[in-house]
């Protein structure tokens, strides 16, 4: 899953590559802000033509980077809540939603990737999701 930025026409270009189920949506966060702060001239994505000014550098990276926090924020209200969701179910509303438009030509298991990541990696939410594990345990 080394594609974070592609460059290739797929009508996805503005998304994130991170579909991989080791993909940490926190780590790809990180990256693009420091990527953004390298402000390139020159870009050469692992797919793709090279993008050739920092400015359009620019607006790609902030459109990812806005996007992915768009996804984490999202994914965490309503994982709070609506405690009983899945993350299917909290996938399917995240990605049906007006700010998502290009993104459902994604299949599912893409999709649920980065709800995945937004689960398994944010320490908090880990905590929230033993709590009610232990609780639905002692009510049993």
């Known amino acids: 899953g080394g594609d974070l930025i592609v460059n290739a026409g797929f009508g996805r270009d503005h998304i994130p590559s991170m ?3 080791e993909a940490n949506v926190y780590d790809g966060l990180a990256s693009l802000k420091k990527m953004k702060a390298l402000n ?3 870009f050469i994505p692992t797919h793709g033509a090279p993008i050739r000014s920092a400015e359009k550098f620019q607006t ?3 459109g990812m980077i806005a996007l992915l926090e768009k996804v984490i924020e999202q994914a965490k209200e309503l994982q709070i809540k609506n405690p009983g969701m899945t993350q299917d179910q909290i ?3 995240v990605y049906s939603s007006a700010d998502f438009p290009k993104i459902m030509t994604f299949g599912a298991w893409e999709k649920k990737t980065i709800i995945m ?3 398994r990696d944010d320490p908090e939410l880990l905590a929230r999701q033993a709590g009610r594990a232990e609780k639905v345990n002692s009510q049993s």
Do not use: H, I
């Open 60 to 62: 790609r990276v902030d």
């Open 91 to 93: 996938a399917n509303v």
């Open 19 to 21: 579909y991989m189920p």
């Open 40 to 42: 390139p001239e020159l």
């Open 117 to 119: 990541s937004v689960f």
